[in-house]
């Protein structure tokens, strides 16, 4: 499919937000996914949001989608070193589970 | 409740052989979706399976095939391996509300 875009690297302070962007591609994508995986690991779940929703929080999370503009973001307050790791965007569709992933942003957190 | 396994986790092949990748889902998730990642490629979606039949196929060639058994167990086949193939192959168990769980899959390195 087309691609799904995002920023490749991102460094922030321990204890600031860290904003991770992302531009989807298909507008009748039914659901947004932010995935995190660390060092010869998999892919965690770190949140998911419907297309008929603007924002979703959860604890240190906020994912916001901007669906005129097909961005979405992933913002994590009070970012700590332990969030250190490759954060993937994906979209999906109510057809079935053929999720299309960006490249990845890693995101780097000094102390 | 028990993740998503994979076995093996590590696999060396020589080019040309064959291998056979087995994925075990949450209980109760009918739905498996297997992906190929690569440094070049990134994620890129194999095939979804759902009550044993193929409900989504990704552009890979004919030497990936998959199945799907009536537990919901999944394997997934690459005949003829390329050195192109060496990969980490993750499967991922899906719910039926739109949550897509990884599992930590498997290291293919072909020789």
């Known amino acids: 499919g087309e691609d799904v875009e995002q920023s490749l690297f991102l460094s922030v302070r321990e204890g600031d937000s860290s904003v991770i962007n992302c531009t989807y591609t298909d507008s009748s994508s039914t659901y947004l996914y932010w995935y995190k995986q660390e060092p010869g690991a998999g892919l965690q779940l770190l949140t998911y949001i419907f297309s008929n929703m603007d924002m979703k929080q959860d604890q240190r999370l906020t994912v916001l989608l901007n669906k005129k503009d097909k961005h979405l973001s992933l913002r994590i307050a009070d970012t700590q070193t332990g969030d250190s790791a490759i954060y993937f965007c994906a979209e999906g569709s109510n057809s079935g589970y053929a999720l299309n992933f960006g490249k990845g942003t890693s995101l780097l957190v000094t102390p | 409740k028990a993740g998503v396994t994979q076995t093996p986790r590590y696999l060396i092949k020589t080019r040309g052989q064959q291998v056979t990748l087995s994925c075990s889902p949450i209980s109760g998730h009918r739905s498996v979706s297997w992906y190929q990642q690569t440094p070049g490629q990134g994620l890129q979606f194999l095939f979804e399976?759902?009550?044993?039949?193929?409900?989504n196929k990704g552009n890979f060639p004919g030497r990936f095939s998959g199945r799907q058994f009536s537990n919901s167990r999944s394997e997934m086949n690459v005949s003829t391996l390329e050195l192109g193939d060496s990969a980490l192959y993750l499967c991922?168990?899906?719910?039926?509300?739109?949550?897509?769980?990884f599992g930590p899959g498997t290291r293919l390195t072909v020789t």
């Open positions: 399976y759902f009550s044993e039949t193929q409900r």
């Open positions: 991922a168990s899906n719910s039926a509300w739109g949550e897509q769980y």
